[in-house]
């Protein structure tokens, strides 16, 4: 059984411009949660989050990808060219781990807490 991608984030320089882009081209509802924007497609498709950044990179899009062990996924994704970014870390919700794929892509690993 492969395994889904549940989540994105999106990375921006403007918090307002960026909720206004969204909101106004898709239609998304985006809602301030601290110093991030959750954003709530409202689709059949997956949510995410908008991160104002004050660092490079200022501007991202990264997918994640639930796994059911982020030490086994990372161990794979480094035999198979890929490069450990960040180090899996634990939040309220669960643990997440960010890896680039063999062309520098960033992909992050995510495990909610049970």
């Known amino acids: 059984m492969g395994s889904s991608v549940v989540h994105f984030d999106i990375g921006c ?4 411009r960026a909720e206004a882009f969204y909101t106004r081209v898709f239609g998304w509802q985006i809602e ?5 924007s959750r954003i709530d497609t409202g689709g059949e498709g997956i949510n995410g989050r ?18 059911d062990d982020i030490k086994s996924h990372l161990d794979k994704a480094v035999a198979q060219g890929g490069t450990l970014v960040i180090p899996p870390m634990d939040s309220p919700e669960g643990t997440f781990a960010c890896i680039t794929d063999p062309e520098g892509n960033p992909i992050g690993l ?5």
């Open 13 to 16: 320089r403007d918090r307002e």
């Open 32 to 36: 301030r949660a601290g110093s991030a």
């Open 50 to 67: 908008l991160t104002p950044m004050s660092r490079k990179p200022y501007h991202y899009v990264m997918f994640y990808v639930q796994v």
């Open 110 to 114: 995510w495990k909610p807490r049970s």
